[in-house]
């Protein structure tokens, strides 16, 4: 064996292998013992996320620039997504429902679910801090963009902003946000169950991934599904490491940026596929192969960000 497939195959074992057991539980639980997706969920959506933003941003050291940095550079790696998908799109003659699911799926990636648990892994607690960061970018886009988009003009502005309104991480960012800025010492009482939801939170996040896995069907459309994930998996990937050079980002917040832009289809899609009707089953194809195939690509990107960050 190579020292290259020495480095990969480490490099799998150590960050994503992890990952893939605890989405193999999953998958057995809802397979075997009839576990509801949706209830593990919910409790991690609005229990365990909120509790991790807000310890995440509350312990760590992260640099107020490089935290504006990883906004823009999530702002811009959306943006080319949209224009990737949009532009790929054209020779697929998609009508609209389909064009909204298409969009969909290739701007939504996997920053929570999986990103997380990942960036922890390979790089470590101030990683961590900054996916958490994009983690919560990504999901105000999730309820406000990603829903105009599913929706495809049938929901509001106001409506919109109503569902940020319900993401629970909003608030955990926004209590640390405060706490960090007044420098308040919160007291032990509070912190010790915050502390103990947010470890709680990354290992529930992955049995998601993995009861979502469950659900994979057969595609219906297959060059459709194969080029939403090759636009995922790997155009997006290229595309965040040019954006990251280009506002600065480096180090942690390189590493953690990089490695979420390039996350398989987020699971949320399929979500919001369902409740707007926009082509359910080529969005829930996407999430499963695009998360199938992604560790060749991610151990790639590791290998990359490991050496060259």
């Known amino acids: 064996m190579t020292d290259a497939a020495r480095l990969l195959l480490s490099i799998f074992v150590s960050d994503l292998l992890p990952v893939f057991a605890i989405a193999g539980a999953g998958f057995l639980l809802a397979r075997h013992l009839g576990v509801q997706v949706q209830t593990v969920s919910r409790v991690t959506f609005y229990a365990l996320a909120p509790a991790l933003v807000f310890n995440m941003l509350?312990?760590?050291?992260?640099?107020a620039s490089q935290v504006g940095r990883m906004v823009l550079f999530y702002v811009l790696v959306t943006a080319s997504a949209a224009l990737m998908a949009r532009l790929a799109a054209i020779p697929l003659k998609l009508d609209r429902p389909s064009l909204s699911a298409f969009?969909?799926?290739v701007i939504s990636s996997n920053s929570g679910n999986y990103g997380l648990p990942v960036a922890m892994l390979a790089f470590g607690r101030e990683a961590l801090a900054f996916a958490s960061v994009y983690f919560l970018t990504s999901s105000l886009f999730s309820y406000t963009g990603g829903i105009l988009i599913a929706a495809s003009?049938?929901?509001?502005?106001?409506e919109a902003v109503r569902g940020v309104l319900?993401?629970?991480a909003v608030y955990g960012a926004a209590a640390a946000a405060l706490t960090m800025i007044f420098h308040v010492a919160?007291?032990?009482?509070l912190m010790q169950p915050v502390m103990m939801l947010s470890d709680a939170a990354l290992p529930m996040m992955i049995l998601v991934l993995g009861m979502q896995l469950e659900r994979a069907t057969r595609p219906d459309r297959p060059v459709m599904v194969a080029t939403a994930v090759a636009l995922s998996i790997v155009a997006m990937p290229l595309a965040a490491i040019g954006i990251a050079y280009l506002v600065g980002l480096h180090g942690p917040a390189f590493q953690a940026g990089v490695l979420q832009a390039s996350m398989p289809t987020a699971v949320i899609t399929t979500i919001l596929a369902l409740e707007f009707d926009v082509a359910p089953n080529f969005v829930t194809s996407v999430v499963v192969f695009s998360t199938l195939l992604s560790p060749v690509t991610?151990?790639?990107?590791l290998a990359?960000?490991?050496?060259y960050a």
Do not use: E, H, I, K
Not at 58 to 63: A, G, I, K, L
Not at 186 to 189: D, E
Not at 298 to 301: A, I, N, Q, S, W
């Open 58 to 63: 509350v312990s760590s050291n992260v640099d």
């Open 153 to 158: 003009g049938r929901r509001t502005f106001a």
């Open 103 to 105: 969009m969909l799926v």
């Open 298 to 301: 991610v151990t790639l990107l």
């Open 166 to 168: 319900r993401v629970p």
């Open 304 to 307: 990359f960000l490991q050496r």
């Open 186 to 189: 919160v007291p032990r009482a």
